[in-house]
């Protein structure tokens, strides 16, 4: 049946009286002698805990919300809105708390330290320059490749938001397709001289009749391109044929 009366009114037995009886008296915790507490949580249930000589007063994890602690719903699972330390999870109080989305917590807000002020383990991409990463911008930008390092041509990564925009980036070598020297696509008339596609010379221009023609050789008698110099140009160095082979008109 009911215990007998007490403050709150009628109580199951034993009943609030008898817990408060056991104020003071002696326990043993943990092979160590303690004292009774009396405790009561946030719905009036009495709670009798046994604190050890010197013991804070709050202690968290006991279900009652005591001292300095901002929740304590008596279990030791950090993902249920309080965590073991009694705190509402927030990043920055040294508890991981999944729940919250957290995945790490050092105890603090700072970016640069292994762990992001929003408690997210860094990541190029993230926009938080963090450990190895020379800068971060979530993406390509002017200055920062997507793989965070400092975006320059010839680092082997094509950036298009660079200014001019890099058209190819195949490292510090000339291919057949890219001039390494300023990130462009390899063509004669360039202005670069790309071995590596056949040029012999590129000076730029679209003029034939100059020292280096529109194919990227040097001009040449008996090439069939009249240049400087040139009065003739019949394609071979033969004589007899109104062409010498010096490319001078023949009587």
Do not use: H, W
């Amino acid at each position: 049946g009911a215990g007998p009366t007490g403050p709150a009114g009628p109580q199951g037995a034993p009943g609030i009286d008898d817990f408060d009886d056991l104020e003071g008296l002696a326990c043993t915790r943990d092979g160590q002698q303690g004292t009774i507490d009396v405790v009561y949580t946030d719905q009036a249930i009495a709670r009798p805990l046994c604190r050890l000589p010197g013991e804070e007063s709050a202690i968290c994890g006991d279900g009652v919300k005591e001292g300095a602690e901002q929740c304590d719903d008596g279990d030791d699972d950090d993902a249920d809105g309080c965590t073991m330390r009694c705190q509402v999870p927030a990043c920055g109080n040294g508890t991981t708390e999944p729940s919250a989305g957290e995945q790490c917590d050092d105890g603090n807000i700072t970016d640069t330290d292994g762990c992001s002020s929003d408690c997210r383990v860094p990541q190029c991409g993230d926009a938080k320059t963090d450990g190895s990463e020379q800068c971060d911008d979530a993406g390509n930008s002017a200055s920062c490749d997507a793989d965070c390092s400092v975006a320059t041509c010839g680092d082997g990564f094509v950036n298009s938001s660079r200014s001019p925009a890099e058209q190819c980036d195949v490292g510090q070598s000339d291919t057949a397709y890219c001039d390494a020297a300023d990130c462009t696509a390899a063509k004669c008339g360039d202005g670069d001289v790309n071995q590596t596609s056949g040029e012999v010379c590129d000076d730029g221009n679209a003029v034939n009749s100059d020292s280096c023609t529109n194919s990227c050789f040097p001009a040449a008698c008996g090439d069939g391109i009249i240049a400087a110099g040139e009065q003739c140009d019949d394609g071979n160095l033969a004589n007899g044929d109104g062409c010498s082979m010096t490319c001078q008109d023949e009587p």
